[in-house]
């Protein structure tokens, strides 16, 4: 999984780079694993401006103006608090684009209604961003590596879709 990951950091070094685009990261239970995988590409430091590890939800609320209402009635793993994390880390990083986590790894900590392994990831803008859900547990290592993963492809596939190059072009 990681030479995926390594990959998939390779690609998006390509589109970011290419198109003078910046990227942040907002994460909870991966604990800074995706800014990792995207600094394993050489000469991220062109386009890569940092990573809020957000474990709590003080952290969450504080720097990254994650609502507390929301946390309160969807709790910090849901798909909104995922949005407003990569909202929030696009704003306070001054980056074009973010990528969020927020989840149970495990091994312990879920619930009936939350259990162990479900991780909401999201990508996007400060105005759009896309997520998705993951809700099956392998153990918190294995969980971590595919929800790494899994964002980096969902962010390289927003970018896809976003037509970066047409973007870059009329911004410039």
């Known amino acids: 999984m990681?030479?995926?990951s390594k990959v998939l950091s390779k690609e998006l070094q390509q589109l970011l780079y290419d198109n003078k685009k910046t990227l942040g990261t907002a994460e909870s239970c991966t604990g800074g694993r995706i800014a990792e995988a995207i600094i394993a590409a050489p000469g991220a430091s062109n386009y890569f401006k940092g990573g809020i590890i957000a474990y709590t939800n003080g952290i969450k609320e504080e720097l990254l103006h994650v609502d507390h209402q929301t946390l309160e009635e969807k709790t910090?793993?849901?798909e909104e608090v995922a949005?407003?994390?990569v909202k929030g880390a696009c704003k306070?990083?001054?980056c074009d684009y973010a990528i969020s986590a927020t989840g149970i790894a495990g091994?312990?900590?879920g619930t009936v209604s939350i259990p162990v392994g479900t991780i909401w990831i999201a990508c996007g803008t400060k105005d759009k961003a896309h997520t998705y859900k993951l809700e099956e547990d392998f153990g918190r290592d294995i969980n971590l590596a595919i929800a790494t993963n899994k964002v980096l492809r969902l962010f390289l596939d927003f970018l896809?879709?976003?037509n970066i190059n047409e973007i870059s072009e009329s911004e410039g």
């Open 2 to 4: 990681e030479l995926e």
């Open 160 to 162: 896809k879709g976003e």
């Open 107 to 109: 091994p312990g900590g």
């Open 83 to 85: 949005i407003q994390m």
């Open 76 to 78: 910090a793993v849901s």
């Open 92 to 94: 306070v990083l001054h």
